[in-house]
């Protein structure tokens, strides 16, 4: 605990210094946001730019190893796990991986699993349902993308039922302080596990005010994980149109990710979180919602050409109120396109309302599984 309250203590003085001086600081609901050898086809692999640029070959190698990528999404994020009707169950696990996916990316909201005030411990039997879920999935085969996820007041945000208020004065140091504890604990695991600082940082934590943030953070997951591949994920939700404003840090094992819902209001249709909520019967995809599909990636593509750091699309999908025929074109288009501009990708999500696993049935829902999995 030294080391933490070292840097907890600095990170203290430079948000100090910082409103001394004056420095400005420039999804939804539960479904989503406001984006061993198999013989299923997989993304491209990702082509590592010129060895002069920043990222290191774990990174680049991790990236083209990824292989198709599906979110266990409303599970472990939810205010408790199964508040939002899923939990992490062994039988998505094998399915997932007999469909062919390699990749399984895990958010989890560790905020409402921590004491308010410091030293913000982290529930002990949430943590090791955690692990255990991280555990099960290594050993499957998975490389696992664990994130902290919906801390609603971290980003200014109305919580959600079930959750507490914490001192506003704690609100970074805490995320500060969980991140240690997460660092700490999953220290030992496989390389094949990457932890994602952040979610979808937006409204309260602007563009300056989170890579602020993501740094300090960074140097503290160094403490015990000197070499783990770390994700990181621009203000504005993640949209490709924040990326320009994510300062990297100083550090080559690094992974950056986007997330990508475009066409919105066809993704998003009937989505009741949504304010004002996109109506239903839009189809997909027209030659104009095409480019915008592959608009998004391409900035994406763009931004890891230049800045020499490998860039995963972590979610994308269509709403279930949409119809199943736009549906399998959206998700295709998406994929063909992705996997042609070699950016792995990681489908939101498995089996809630943008989902492609009926838990009704046990079974994949086979047009939508196709249009992620098929040749």
Known sequence: MKLFDTHLRAFAATVTLAAVLGLSACGGGSDSPADSTSATPSPPSAQAPPAT????ALAWQTASAMGPGINFGNMLEAPQEGDWGLRVEPTYITAAWQAGFRTVRLPVRWSNHAEAV???????VFMT???????ALLAQGFRVVLNMHHHRQLDGDALDPGEFVVNPSDLDPRFVGLWSQIATRFASKSERLLFE???EPHGRLTAP?????????????????????VVISPAGYGGTASLGALALPND????ATFHHYEPFNFTHQGATWVTPTPPVGVTCCTAEQTAQIENGITQAKAWSNVTGYPIFLGEFGAYSLADTTSRVAYMRTVRIFAN??????????????FGIYDPATGQFRPELTAALLAP
């Open 209 to 229: 005010a989170w890579n602020t943030l993501l740094a300090t953070t960074l140097q503290t997951v160094r403490i015990s994980n000197p070499q783990r591949l």
């Open 340 to 353: 042609a501009q070699q950016i792995p990708w990681m489908y939101w999500e498995i089996a809630s309302g």
């Open 197 to 199: 600082l952040y979610n």
């Open 129 to 135: 349902r955690v692990e255990g879920v991280v555990d």
């Open 53 to 56: 640029t920043g990222a290191s």
């Open 118 to 124: 410091y030293p913000y411990a982290i529930d002990p």
């Open 252 to 255: 080559r094992n690094l992974l």
